[in-house]
């Protein structure tokens, strides 16, 4: 029970990596906070979770607005008293095109969810935690990050600017006990890697990567990684990007 009575928001745990984050902090005694744009999906998640005898509420949240991250933030101080972790997760992966095929206006949705969206939960977050005494931040980044993926332009690019945010709220916020991480999952079987495998249709946009372990990362890598970094076992831990890739950026 590694965040036993500690309070967590988790934004796009409607699906995939966020999800089983959200179930696993509550396996783990915190009391979790889902944050989607996504009703069905987040209600779900709820689900499972009190199924399981855990605690958890939704906030129906899109990140690209900065009032609505505002919310989910306030709704766990009101809620539950204390905002202990944050876990900035949603992200979409947009346009699949080489570069120059990219249609001008497709960058604007990857910017406002992936980076942008990340921003405002890093703002609100780091302001209500300077009101309770300190947390752990974690940003879901990528291993394309830091190495290029074809197709993914602009997501590679945002993924980057994830890690830009963190380093630097890392190294502002440390003397406020506010410690921020990113993890850099590779490949992993969610929804979004699903869609993503069917949308791969001609040899110049096949993946040009394979993890050096076999098979692929499960969502339930991420979230005992996110468990770890939202603990005091990470406690000394700040500003790192940490890969959950099997090996594929080694
Ligand atoms: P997913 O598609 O299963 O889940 C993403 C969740 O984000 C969904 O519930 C969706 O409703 C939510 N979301 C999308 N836009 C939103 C918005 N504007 N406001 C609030 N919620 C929104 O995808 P998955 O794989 O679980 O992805 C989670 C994170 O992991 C993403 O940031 C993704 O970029 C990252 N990632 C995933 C990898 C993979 O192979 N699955 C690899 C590298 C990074």
């Given amino acids: 029970m590694v965040v036993q009575d500690k309070v967590a928001v988790i934004t796009g745990a409607a699906s995939g990596i966020g999800r089983k984050t959200a179930c696993r902090y509550a396996e783990h005694g915190a009391s979790v906070v889902v944050a989607d744009v996504d009703a069905e999906g987040g209600a779900e998640t709820v689900e499972r979770i009190s ?12 990140v690209t607005d900065p009032t609505e991250v505002r919310t989910a933030i306030e709704t766990a101080v009101d809620e ?26 497709a960058i604007e949705p990857v910017i406002d969810v992936n980076l942008k969206g990340v921003f405002y939960g890093l703002k609100y977050g780091i302001e209500a935690m300077l009101a309770t005494g300190g947390g752990s931040i974690i940003n879901t980044s990528s291993v394309g990050a830091a190495t290029g993926i074809n197709g993914r332009s602009m997501y590679c690019a945002t993924k980057a600017g994830v890690n830009g945010l963190t380093r630097t709220a890392a190294v502002e916020y440390a003397e406020d006990d506010i410690r921020v991480n990113s993890v850099l999952p590779g490949t992993t079987d969610t929804p979004m890697i699903r869609r993503s495998d069917q ?13 050096a372990m076999e098979g692929r990362g499960q969502p ?27 090996g594929f950026l080694a």
Avoid: C, K, M
Wanted: charged share 30%; net charge negative.
């Fill in 80 to 105: 539950y008293g204390d905002l202990d972790v944050l876990f900035n997760n949603a992200g979409i992966e947009g346009s699949l095109n080489e570069l120059a095929e990219w249609d001008d206006e």
């Fill in 220 to 246: 339930r890598h991420l979230a005992d990684a996110v468990l770890f970094l939202g603990s005091d076992l990470s406690a000394r831990v700040t500003g790192v990007e940490l890969p959950v890739d099997g």
């Fill in 199 to 211: 949308e791969r249709d001609t040899d110049r946009l096949q993946l040009n990567t394979s993890d």
């Fill in 51 to 62: 199924d399981d005898g855990g605690e958890a509420t939704f906030v129906e949240t899109d």
